[in-house]
């Protein structure tokens, strides 16, 4: 028998899936920006260090202020690489992510890719149920 339950349990969360659109073409982000795909940005965050995973160095430090509106899409995973919970089509979490708006992203972004403005005691309240 299958059953969908809602439980509230203590989990580590090591990483976050970040997948955004790019509203605005080179107003957003440029075409050779790291980690855009035609008119996404997806990146993958270790949570722990505020990290996007592979940064190419040669990029250096740079920031960004994206639109995103209602169409991201956010993954949480533990350290295993299991899915935990999936927010598709939502607001940006900003208990979460830095930006102040919950359709803006806005990061500033070391050399080694350490997102520099991260909070510092994120809030994962945004993140109640796993959306198919």
Known sequence: MKATLLVHKKV???????????????EDIPNDFPFRRNDRWVVSIDL?????????????????LMKVGC??????????GE???????????????????RDHINFKIDENGVITNFKDEPNFSDFREFDE
Do not use: C, M
Not at 12 to 26: A, C, G, H, M, T
Not at 71 to 78: A, H, M, P, S
Not at 83 to 101: D, I, S
């Open 83 to 101: 899915a935990l919970v999936r927010k598709k089509y939502n607001y940006v979490p900003n208990e979460l992510l830095t930006g102040g708006y």
């Open 12 to 26: 580590d969360v090591k990483r976050l899936i970040l997948d955004v659109p790019v509203n605005y073409e080179e």
């Open 48 to 64: 722990d260090e505020h990290k996007i995973d592979n940064w190419p160095e040669e990029y250096g430090p740079t920031s960004i």
């Open 71 to 80: 169409q991201g899409v956010y993954v949480l995973f533990n350290e295993d």
